[in-house]
C-alpha cells in the first residue's frame, strides 16, 4: 500500500491543456462573441499572450475575435495553426472528423496605453451617467 501511495504522490501528469493557462476555447452558442474578446484582453493583461482555440462551425468565431482584437491594435498574431481532430458524432456512433485552429496574439507594443485609454473612457462615462 505504501508503494501505491508513493507513486501517486510522485505521480507528474502533464495534460497539454493544463499547461495552457492562457487558452480560450470558443464556442459559437455558449457565450456572445465580446464575451470572448473581452476574456482575450483580460489574459493578454497577464499573461501577455493568448491562445484562440475552436472546432467546426466556431472556427469562424475565432477568427472574427482575433480580428477585431488586431484592428483596434491590442494583438499581433504569433502563430495560426489548422488540424483535424478525430470525434464521435453526437450517437456515439462513427467517428468524424473535425476541423481545429488555434491562433496565438501577442500584445501590440502599444496595448496597455490603450486598455489605460479605454478603461478611462469608461470611467467618464460612468461618472456622467451617475450625474
Not at 53 to 65: F, H, Q, R, Y
Amino acid at each position: 500500500m505504501e508503494a501505491i501511495t508513493e507513486g501517486v504522490n510522485n505521480l507528474n501528469v502533464s495534460d497539454a491543456s493544463s499547461n495552457k493557462r492562457n487558452r480560450i476555447q470558443v464556442s459559437n452558442t455558449k457565450k456572445p462573441l465580446f464575451f470572448y474578446v473581452n476574456l482575450a484582453k483580460r489574459y493578454m493583461q497577464q499573461y501577455n499572450e493568448v491562445e484562440l482555440s475552436a472546432l467546426g462551425m466556431a472556427i469562424a468565431t475565432v477568427v472574427t475575435i482575433a480580428e477585431i482584437l488586431k484592428n483596434n491594435g491590442l494583438a499581433v498574431e504569433k502563430r495560426i495553426a489548422t488540424s483535424t481532430v478525430d470525434m464521435r458524432d453526437e450517437s456515439g456512433g462513427r467517428p468524424v472528423q473535425k476541423a481545429k485552429i488555434e491562433i496565438l496574439l501577442g500584445k501590440t507594443e502599444n496595448f496597455d496605453e490603450l486598455m489605460a485609454t479605454a478603461a478611462a473612457e469608461r470611467e467618464v462615462a460612468d461618472a456622467e451617467e451617475q450625474s
